[in-house]
């Protein structure tokens, strides 16, 4: 088996992976960058409201409250150190990326734009246009082409890391264009494989969201994190679960229900639509049992209202979701509301690490949607997460860095019996495999399943109910059948390969949920509806056993030394 050596090995072509690749060749070492798919694929690319970051002074607003809206959205279990560090760096970086060619909207006057989100006292999120995640990635991708030193493997799948003596040292990943495993030697190895979210069935995720570095990483020791949060968005297009950009409403729209009533007065009064996101999703489904959704051939759903805001403004600031409505739903929102629903969004959890991206396993980083190093707690912010992607991909990158320059490269038999173990068992578990049970289905019903038990509410009954399903569904798996045995872009082996990722995780989402016996951000429990401070101030990690994942509790981070900005007490979270 061919081994491919760099001082730095990254995982995920996206945002988070891109910023983390520029920042190790600027610290002059070799970088191997590995993607499933061309970088410009990545999911980041999807992203349409804008990044946030405190870049204009004439708002009233100030790093601190950028840091108070972040532990507040968050439900108060977001460790504060970390908040604090990513709010004093998101305007360097954001304009460090308009210097590397990102094209910022601005005013007549030239001053850089900013619009309301949901959850932030004042405007502060940058955007370009409603297709803000397509250009940061854009010029992000752009600017890894000047370094020779990062050197791409495009369309390459990672199946496994490489551990030995507890450090990791590498990965293996199979060719897609050729078929053929490849072992990959580093001396530091950084996650930035993004989220999860076709652990659903209706969700935002583009197709390659199926947790790849989450599962490796799990099945490797490594702790994930406060995996019972996804994020539902309040407005998704019924049928695709097309995201309909929360700038929609920044920039003035309406969410009414079926009597043409804006209902979220009787929910978040004094913000409306510019509520948070976890707060409206639970408002809309509320709406929808109290008779007053809308019936369509995909379910109930609820009315987006732009007309107001004139063709001229959504021409101007949200082209992309005139284009996504039309094409999509056939309507034109410049004369017809645009129907909407809850959608799976975002995983607020990840692989655990510190602030410097560091996993438990040393050798072992992660950053993006895929890390969960403490910003995000119970409900992600709304815009924070592409300056996440630049402030913490930046930092790992660095850090992991520093690490890689202090030890040699590995390699050596142990590792070369790991790789060769792993295609063997890829080989003898899928291509030679001749069982009964098909990927798509087995895929689909888990999909099901997550949408029936583990969605906007929940229940203990419920949660248990998923939990059966899924360890149904992955003893199933263990019979699975691949009709396709060739080497060249066997898709249905990647899709296996996926499924064995998507249905460890099902039980890392799960396990928790049943154990939080409280509401508090995006776990909403029909059981236990309080936040309970006393017992659950705390991030979960879950470590993989046997016998499915061990649950322990760390305390979120409240108090700090060298604090600059004033910490957050936990209070009642009301807007």
């Given at each position: 088996?061919?081994?491919?050596?760099?001082?730095?090995?990254?995982?995920?072509?996206?945002?988070?992976?891109?910023?983390?690749?520029?920042?190790?060749?600027?610290?002059?070492?070799?970088?191997?960058?590995?993607?499933?798919?061309?970088?410009?694929?990545?999911?980041?690319?999807?992203?349409?409201?804008?990044?946030?970051?405190?870049?204009?002074?004439?708002?009233?607003?100030?790093?601190?409250?950028?840091?108070?809206?972040?532990?507040?959205?968050?439900?108060?279990?977001?460790?504060?150190?970390?908040?604090?560090?990513?709010?004093?760096?998101?305007?360097?970086?954001?304009?460090?990326?308009?210097?590397?060619?990102?094209?910022?909207?601005?005013?007549?006057?030239?001053?850089?734009?900013?619009?309301?989100?949901?959850?932030?006292?004042?405007?502060?999120?940058?955007?370009?246009?409603?297709?803000?995640?397509?250009?940061?990635?854009?010029?992000?991708?752009?600017?890894?082409?000047?370094?020779?030193?990062?050197?791409?493997?495009?369309?390459?799948?990672?199946?496994?890391?490489?551990?030995?003596?507890?450090?990791?040292?590498?990965?293996?990943?199979?060719?897609?264009?050729?078929?053929?495993?490849?072992?990959?030697?580093?001396?530091?190895?950084?996650?930035?494989?993004?989220g999860c979210g076709r652990l659903w069935a209706f969700t935002t995720n583009a197709f390659i969201n199926t947790g790849d570095g989450l599962g490796i990483a799990y099945r490797a020791g490594a702790p994930l994190s406060d995996m019972e949060f996804p994020q539902y968005h309040p407005t998704g297009l019924p049928g695709t679960g097309i995201l309909i950009t929360e700038a929609a409403r920044g920039e003035g729209g309406y969410l009414i229900n079926k009597d043409g009533d804006r209902f979220l007065k009787d929910y978040v009064p004094t913000r409306m639509e510019l509520g948070p996101r976890d707060i409206i999703s639970r408002a809309m489904m509320q709406e929808f049992e109290a008779g007053r959704g809308i019936q369509g051939h995909f379910g109930e759903y609820l009315h987006l209202d732009l007309r107001h805001l004139?063709?001229?403004?959504?021409?101007?600031?949200?082209?992309?979701?005139?284009?996504?409505?039309?094409?999509?739903?056939?309507?034109?929102?410049?004369?017809?509301?645009?129907?909407?629903?809850?959608?799976?969004?975002?995983?607020?959890?990840?692989?655990?690490?510190?602030?410097?991206?560091?996993?438990?396993?040393?050798?072992?980083?992660?950053?993006?949607?895929?890390?969960?190093?403490?910003?995000?707690?119970?409900?992600?912010?709304?815009?924070?997460?592409?300056?996440?992607?630049?402030?913490?991909?930046?930092?790992?990158?660095?850090?992991?860095?520093?690490?890689?320059?202090?030890?040699?490269?590995?390699?050596?038999?142990?590792?070369?019996?790991?790789?060769?173990?792993?295609?063997?068992?890829?080989?003898?578990?899928?291509?030679?495999?001749?069982?009964?049970?098909?990927?798509?289905?087995?895929?689909?019903?888990?999909?099901?399943?997550?949408?029936?038990?583990?969605?906007?509410?929940?229940?203990?009954?419920?949660?248990?109910?998923?939990?059966?399903?899924?360890?149904?569904?992955?003893?199933?798996?263990?019979?699975?059948?691949?009709?396709?045995?060739?080497?060249?872009?066997?898709?249905?082996?990647?899709?296996?390969?996926?499924?064995?990722?998507?249905?460890?995780?099902?039980?890392?989402?799960?396990?928790?949920?049943?154990?939080?016996?409280?509401?508090?951000?995006?776990?909403?429990?029909?059981?236990?509806?309080?936040?309970?401070?006393?017992?659950?101030?705390?991030?979960?990690?879950?470590?993989?056993?046997?016998?499915?994942?061990?649950?322990?509790?760390?305390?979120?981070?409240?108090?700090?030394?060298?604090?600059?900005?004033?910490?957050?007490?936990?209070?009642?979270?009301?807007?």
């Amino acid at each position: 088996m061919d081994n491919l050596s760099h001082d730095i090995l990254i995982i995920g072509g996206g945002l988070a992976g891109l910023r983390a690749a520029t920042a190790a060749a600027n610290e002059g070492l070799s970088v191997g960058l590995v993607s499933k798919v061309y970088p410009m694929r990545s999911h980041t690319v999807s992203a349409e409201g804008g990044a946030a970051a405190v870049v204009r002074d004439d708002t009233g607003d100030s790093l601190q409250l950028h840091f108070e809206d972040t532990v507040k959205g968050s439900d108060f279990i977001a460790d504060q150190n970390v908040v604090e560090f990513f709010v004093h760096e998101a305007p360097n970086e954001l304009i460090q990326l308009e210097h590397w060619g990102c094209p910022w909207s601005r005013e007549p006057d030239g001053t850089v734009s900013v619009r309301a989100f949901g959850g932030m006292s004042v405007n502060r999120t940058m955007f370009a246009a409603d297709k803000s995640g397509f250009h940061m990635l854009h010029a992000m991708f752009q600017t890894t082409l000047r370094f020779d030193r990062v050197h791409r493997y495009d369309e390459y799948f990672v199946t496994k890391l490489l551990i030995e003596d507890g450090t990791c040292k590498g990965v293996v990943a199979i060719d897609m264009r050729t078929g053929e495993f490849r072992m990959f030697t580093a001396k530091a190895t950084i996650l930035a494989t993004g989220g999860c979210g076709r652990l659903w069935a209706f969700t935002t995720n583009a197709f390659i969201n199926t947790g790849d570095g989450l599962g490796i990483a799990y099945r490797a020791g490594a702790p994930l994190s406060d995996m019972e949060f996804p994020q539902y968005h309040p407005t998704g297009l019924p049928g695709t679960g097309i995201l309909i950009t929360e700038a929609a409403r920044g920039e003035g729209g309406y969410l009414i229900n079926k009597d043409g009533d804006r209902f979220l007065k009787d929910y978040v009064p004094t913000r409306m639509e510019l509520g948070p996101r976890d707060i409206i999703s639970r408002a809309m489904m509320q709406e929808f049992e109290a008779g007053r959704g809308i019936q369509g051939h995909f379910g109930e759903y609820l009315h987006l209202d732009l007309r107001h805001l004139g063709e001229a403004k959504i021409n101007q600031k949200l082209p992309f979701v005139r284009e996504l409505a039309e094409n999509y739903v056939g309507i034109d929102p410049v004369h017809e509301p645009i129907p909407v629903r809850p959608v799976v969004h975002y995983m607020m959890g990840g692989v655990r690490c510190d602030i410097d991206g560091q996993t438990p396993i040393p050798g072992l980083y992660a950053c993006g949607e895929c890390a969960q190093e403490g910003l995000n707690g119970g409900n992600r912010l709304g815009s924070n997460s592409l300056t996440e992607c630049l402030v913490f991909g930046n930092r790992t990158g660095r850090v992991a860095s520093q690490y890689a320059k202090g030890i040699n490269m590995p390699g050596g038999a142990s590792l070369e019996s790991q790789a060769n173990d792993e295609e063997r068992r890829v080989t003898t578990r899928f291509i030679e495999a001749n069982g009964n049970e098909r990927v798509g289905l087995i895929r689909t019903e888990l999909q099901m399943a997550m949408e029936r038990n583990v969605g906007v509410y929940r229940t203990r009954e419920g949660l248990e109910q998923a939990a059966k399903d899924i360890r149904e569904l992955q003893e199933r798996f263990k019979r699975v059948r691949l009709d396709d045995k060739s080497k060249v872009f066997n898709t249905e082996l990647t899709a296996a390969l996926e499924l064995e990722n998507m249905l460890d995780i099902a039980e890392t989402v799960v396990a928790p949920a049943i154990l939080r016996e409280e509401s508090r951000g995006s776990q909403a429990r029909r059981d236990f509806p309080d936040r309970d401070d006393k017992n659950f101030l705390a991030h979960s990690l879950m470590f993989k056993t046997p016998d499915g994942p061990r649950v322990e509790w760390q305390e979120s981070v409240i108090e700090w030394p060298g604090a600059i900005l004033k910490e957050m007490v936990p209070v009642a979270r009301a807007y």
